[in-house]
């Protein structure tokens, strides 16, 4: 699969938690959002952008109305919610979504300034690139040394000043490379992390019980 660019930048978007958001054009209904700006973006851009309000609300509407969930708390910056089968997501203020059912465990998680980061692993990450230099750069960069850091996979897609809480992603690697021939093509298993501010943590993990 083809990676997405960003609807504010331009710039290619890694798919990873926290690092970006989608909304769908059906989930535009009363013309909150103009349809140009829905699609993928880099949450760092739709934070900078003067369109995250409108975004917050198509979510909220969408997550409320259509998908049944119901608010758990009002927060400064957040509006939690759940669903009775046990999601539990944080919408920002700001149109930025967090999934909190799925991270792990909250004391396992690292501390950090002002929150927490949560592991995270993507087991088969598909990068596709027609600029076959980035992927020759990870495959040679893991061959020599096992691993390859997933803030240079950022540097060589020209996006490590899209990337959102930077202290999530400082530690993430490639940790594994399907291997192929391929110059654009590459399968990657991603280990890296999710940053969950202090005024979420109480909302972090399984079903409330
Ligand atoms: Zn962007």
Redesign the pocket.
């Given at each position: 699969m083809k990676h997405d660019d960003?609807?504010?930048?331009?710039?290619p978007?890694l798919e990873l938690e926290g690092q970006f958001e989608l909304v769908q054009p059906y989930e535009l209904q009363h013309d909150e959002l103009p349809l140009d700006q829905a699609g993928c973006?880099?949450t760092?851009?739709l934070l900078r952008s003067r369109f995250g309000p409108a975004w917050a609300a198509v979510r909220l509407r969408t997550y409320r109305d259509l998908r049944k969930y119901d608010t758990l708390a009002e927060l400064d910056a957040w509006t939690v919610l759940h669903h009775t089968q046990g999601d539990r997501i944080a919408l920002g203020r700001t149109g930025e979504l967090l999934r909190l059912a799925s991270l792990g465990s909250r004391r396992r998680a690292r501390k950090v300034l002002a929150g927490r980061v949560f592991a995270c692993v993507d087991e088969g990450y598909n990068l596709e690139l027609e600029d076959g230099s980035v992927i020759v750069g990870i495959r040679e960069g893991f061959a020599a040394a096992g691993s390859y850091p997933l803030l240079g996979v950022c540097e060589a897609l020209g996006?490590l000043n899209?990337v959102h809480h930077p202290v999530a992603l400082e530690r993430g690697i490639v940790s594994a490379v399907r291997q192929t021939e391929s110059r654009h093509f590459i399968t990657m298993r991603l280990e890296y992390g999710v940053f969950v501010p202090d005024e979420l943590l109480p909302y972090t993990g399984g079903v409330p019980t």
């Open positions: 960003c609807t504010g930048c331009g710039l978007v973006w880099h760092a851009c996006i899209k």
